[in-house]
């Protein structure tokens, strides 16, 4: 089962159809264990299985403990010996035992062993220095005492008395001892092979020490060890009149283990049952059934709990510094756990109530609410439970994302649910179990702080497949329960008192309906956003604005954005919000000893709303900042620059320029800069040059990081212009930096009727203009794409953004715009995107597009 699973291959290329097929291939499983458990238990009732529980003799139970405790010391060797062979001398041995029996506890139950056992490990043993690729190796070392265990006792089970091993039957008894031997003789090989000298597996660059002859062989009995103890679990507790002799059945229970693993269901849940069912015969098989859930208690269940509760005593301890009688620095130090306890709290509510729904209930319960409850209330409260069934299952991975309207949301599925149970039969169990569940989640309400509206709660195509999973498994049950009532179709509306059936089958349209929604939902993948309110630019913002060093911070003056405020006010980052990404326009502006946190605090601010962190158009000087967040970095172009001190309309690749000047001198035209308070006087005449402008373009205005004409935001600074005579033929809104650092321009637009010479004029012109008044550089702005690796080692977003920018030209002039602005040669400075990586870049780049077209429609446009 899956305590014994292999550490999962390496993600390939096929990694995205392999995660899509998993969860399709433990479905099906589940479906024909289904199937396969309902055709040898067709004459088997509940109350046949609750008798056989009862049978159970204590003497039975206590011997079953006893081979559980005797398997999880084997267990704990296994790490052990792992450890001598891996890390010898680093680790007590004390400690690698717990750890080996804990994590076999938790990967016996949960399923999924290279994800729950691995951590599990690395959570204890990253604790005293060893890393993770030696943490693999123990793990791997692990794994392989198992199947050194198996083939063993597979064997000498073959060579003991063959011949009564069903599976094997056709090949004959003398083939089925070859067989036997075969095997301990191909293990006695390897034993000796690995005593000659030591042992090395490499696979590529990773490398695997294997054990030395010593720790083999002690492998070898451990793993035989655990093996039949485990096995002996479940044999004693198996009626003597269906099980064969042992050796055979270790063997049948080894097939039901690799069955279990190739499920991928937890802990083989249903695989091994249906496997152990069916190989025994239908024979006594409500004995059987009660001796498999006794099984699970004791072997699953109870060693699950023991390991839960001491590694949490042992995560206190560990942390006892920290801990004070507080409860809310006790909740804190849990909280990291809290998401992935809740998510199964919440899964494991929806089965209770979905398999109550499914079950008869118990009738003298039933009798004692008639004569106060109406018949009604009982039929809705079946309803609605079955509703919260299916509820908390999908919405419990909402718990896993912390997000606040999940743990909301659940708090009141599972107090209606625990009032429902109450109402449809008096299960007074199942509303204290719901009823306490609700109640741990109240304690750690504080974990579930990211925001988001309830429809943000999608699922997952694996997490909608276990959902399902649960859903066969609790109608199985009910069909199974209900088999000896004969279907007609008033069943469907009949309403009664005892008519169980038929609230069980309104019961589960209801649940396939939801599913047939859920699933609808996640393929459609309805986008979800919240209204993005812009913040007002107030006095501060205007005061920081105006001491930057640098022109790109007056994109602050749109008014399109919000502000996130240092504590002191010294330093903002303005940002911008569509679909789940939030994205900063540039670094940090102000103090300069206030970024760091403001860079922090914003990823924090997305974090808690359920959004993913864009930091767009940054320079190099906080990267070390995104690389520690774990974003990725992305070059996304480079910032032109002149250096106004020495710049003049001289030389060759200037001659356009001069030349548009010299023109504009011939045809009598003029330069000139209106003042900030004229602006709002000459804005007709502006509108005119703009609305002339765009009438030869297939595009819209833009926003975030590039100005748009409106009254308010023209008003904002200085406008040069070229006017012929008094009519203004084009015109460019000045940005202007502190202490004459920088000077830049916004909105560039003209008659297009006069010429295109009028840019070039009005280029020149100023440039000059801020050479005579004194600034040191003037901003060009950046050339996108422009400067990415092109080199076949560099990374696929360097290499795609190359593509783009060389055959791109009919969709976007990046090769131009760089070539236009490098004839003033200019200092070019690397601009940066960092972003969560994998998919997340690819949605950043396409969020970012649509912010600054005005939507995603206006990316299709240039």
């Known amino acids: 089962m899956s305590r014994r699973q292999a550490a999962e291959p390496p993600v390939g290329r096929f990694a995205g159809f392999r995660r899509l097929l998993v969860p399709l291939f433990s479905v ?82 949960l399923g999924f062993g290279a994800v729950t056992a691995g951590a599990m490990r690395y959570r204890i043993y990253s604790t005293v220095g060893l890393d993770a ?45 070859l067989l036997g031997a075969a095997l301990a003789a191909a293990l006695a090989i390897g034993v000796v092979w690995l005593g000659r000298a030591p042992r090395v597996l490499k696979v590529a660059r990773w490398s695997l020490p294997l054990p030395r002859r010593e720790i083999a062989l002690g492998q070898i009995v451990a793993g035989s060890i655990d093996l039949a103890a485990s ?27 690799l069955l279990g693993l190739l499920s991928h269901a937890p802990g083989g849940f249903g695989v091994f049952e249906a ?62 756990l809290v998401p992935v306890a809740s998510a199964l709290i919440a899964f494991l509510s929806g089965v209770v109530l979905l398999f109550s729904v499914a079950l008869t209930p118990q009738m003298e319960r039933l009798e004692s609410i008639r004569e106060w409850l109406p018949l009604i209330v009982v039929e809705g409260s079946h309803l609605i439970g079955s509703i919260i069934g299916v509820a908390l299952l999908l919405v419990a991975r909402g718990l896993l994302r912390r ?69 066969v498994a609790a109608a199985w049950l009910g069909f199974f329960n209900y088999r000896h009532i004969e279907y007609s179709q008033e069943l469907w509306w009949q309403f009664a008192w005892h008519g169980s059936a038929p609230r069980f089958l309104r019961a589960t349209v209801v649940v396939a309906a939801i599913l047939v929604w859920a699933a609808i939902d996640l393929f459609m993948r309805r986008a979800f956003d919240t209204k993005f309110v812009p913040d007002p630019v107030s006095d501060e913002i205007r005061a920081l604005v105006a001491a930057s060093p640098l022109t790109q911070t007056n994109v602050a003056l749109l008014g399109d954005k919000k502000f996130l405020l240092s504590d002191d006010g010294n330093a903002f980052l303005m940002y911008g919000r569509t679909g789940r990404s939030w994205i900063t326009m540039g670094d940090p502006v102000g103090a300069e000893a206030a970024a760091p946190d403001l860079i922090w605090a914003f990823r924090e601010l997305a974090d808690r709303a359920g959004g993913n962190a864009v930091y767009y158009a940054v320079g190099q000087s906080y990267l070390p900042i995104y690389i520690d967040m ?131 004029a009005l280029f020149a ?64 400075t690397p601009q940066y995107l960092a972003c969560p990586g994998g998919l997340g870049i690819a949605t950043a780049l396409i969020d970012v597009t649509a912010l600054i077209s005005g939507g995603r429609a206006g990316v299709l446009m240039k």
């Not at 994590?103 to 016996?108: C, K, L, Q, Y």
């Not at 096995?231 to 283990?257: C, K």
């Not at 309830?454 to 497949?465: D, E, M, N, Y």
């Not at 996304?636 to 690749?653: C, H």
Request: aromatic residues 10%.
């Open 28 to 109: 099906l499983f589940a479906i024909l264990a289904v199937i396969a458990v309902r055709a040898v238990l067709e004459d088997v009732g509940p109350a046949q299985v609750r008798a056989a529980l009862e049978a159970i003799h204590r003497d039975q139970i206590a011997l079953a403990a006893l081979l559980t405790a005797v398997s999880f010391s084997a267990l704990s060797s296994f790490d052990v010996l792992a450890v001598r062979a891996v890390a010898p001398g680093q680790i007590p041995g004390w400690r690698a035992a717990i750890t080996g029996a804990a994590s076999h506890a938790v990967s016996n139950l």
């Open 133 to 177: 690729a030696d943490i693999l190796r123990i793990y791997a070392n692990s794994s392989v005492t198992f199947w050194f265990g198996f083939i063993a006792v597979l064997s000498a089970a073959l060579m003991l008395e063959p011949g009564g091993v069903t599976a094997l039957r056709p090949i004959g008894v003398r083939a089925e001892f």
């Open 231 to 257: 096995a002996g679990v479940l044999f004693v507790l198996l009626p003597a009149e269906v099980t064969p002799a042992f050796p055979y059945f270790v063997v049948l229970y080894s097939g039901a283990i």
């Open 275 to 336: 496997t152990i069912i069916a190989a025994l015969g239908a024979t006594m098989s409500a004995e059987v059934i009660a001796a498999l859930i006794v099984y699970r208690l004791i072997y699953y269940v109870i060693p699950f709990v023991i390991a839960s509760t001491g590694l949490a005593v042992w995560e206190g301890l560990r942390n006892k510094r920290r801990i004070s009688a507080a409860a809310e620095q006790t909740t804190k130090l849990l909280r990291p």
């Open 403 to 471: 997000l606040s309207a999940a743990w909301l949301l659940t708090e009141i599925l599972l107090l209606v649910g625990a009032a429902a149970a109450l109402l449809k039969g008096l299960d007074w169990e199942e509303a204290t179990l719901l009823a306490a569940m609700a109640l741990v989640l109240y304690v750690f309400r504080s974990a579930f702080y990211r925001g988001g509206p309830v429809r943000a709660l999608t699922v997952s195509p694996g997490w909608l497949a276990m959902a399902l999973s649960a859903c």
């Open 630 to 760: 774990g974003l990725s970095i992305l070059k996304i172009g480079e910032v032109a620059r002149v250096d106004l001190p020495g710049f003049t309309l001289e030389g060759a690749k200037r001659g356009d320029f001069r030349r548009a000047s010299h023109r504009l001198e011939r045809e009598g035209m003029s330069f000139g800069v209106i003042p900030k308070a004229e602006v709002p006087a000459n804005l007709e005449a502006l509108r005119r040059v703009s609305d002339a402008w765009f009438e030869t373009k297939s595009g819209h205005e833009k926003a975030f990081s590039l100005g748009n004409f409106s009254d308010d935001y023209m008003a904002e600074f200085d406008c040069a212009v070229l006017r012929d005579d008094k009519e203004i033929v084009a015109f460019a809104n000045i940005w202007r930096s502190a202490e004459k650092n920088e000077m830049s321009v916004d909105l560039m637009r003209f008659m297009p009727h006069r010429g295109n010479y009028l840019m070039d």
């Open 765 to 828: 012109r100023l440039l000059l203009y801020g050479k005579d008044s004194g600034y040191r550089w003037f901003n060009l702005g950046a050339a996108p794409l422009a400067g990415l690796a092109d080199h076949p080692l560099a990374s696929s977003w360097s290499r795609i953004g190359t593509l783009l920018y060389r055959h791109a030209e009919d969709f976007y002039g990046f090769e131009g715009l760089k070539a236009f602005k490098q004839k003033f040669d200019p200092v070019w």
